[in-house]
């Protein structure tokens, strides 16, 4: 089993930034994927960013140039760099790791407004 436990969300105004966190812990042995998705009140969860094990990373069109995934293997951490947030932007986001299953955060709450 893999846990996964986000933090970093919150009330930002439009043209800002957020970091946000992903702490894992378990299994993360098995994990060969690590993403971010999001999921707007009255809509379905989306992809957002990202990473696997090689490096290499890739981000929706609705976010490409304004968002980063990155992580640190020594703390077991995954993070999500936003800057130039739009209300649009406002959602749950999720962390999500893959491995022989799939494995789902809790979840933290950004919102854009001003």
């Known amino acids: 089993q893999v846990q996964l436990v986000e933090s970093g969300g919150g009330l930002v105004q439009p043209g800002g930034s957020l970091r946000l966190s992903c702490a894992a812990s378990?299994?993360?042995?098995?994990?060969?994927?690590m993403a971010w998705y999001r999921q707007a009140p009255g809509k379905q969860r989306e992809w957002v960013a990202i990473?696997?094990?090689?490096?290499?990373?890739n981000y929706a069109d609705s976010v490409k140039g304004r968002v980063t995934i990155s992580r640190d293997n020594a703390k077991n951490m995954v993070y999500l760099q936003m800057s130039s947030l739009r209300p649009e932007d406002t959602a749950v986001y999720f962390c999500?790791?893959?491995?022989?299953?799939?494995?789902w955060g809790q979840g933290t709450q950004v919102t854009v407004s001003s």
């Open positions: 378990g299994s993360i042995f098995s994990i060969n994927v």
């Open positions: 999500n790791a893959v491995g022989n299953k799939n494995f």
């Open positions: 990473l696997t094990n090689d490096g290499s990373t």
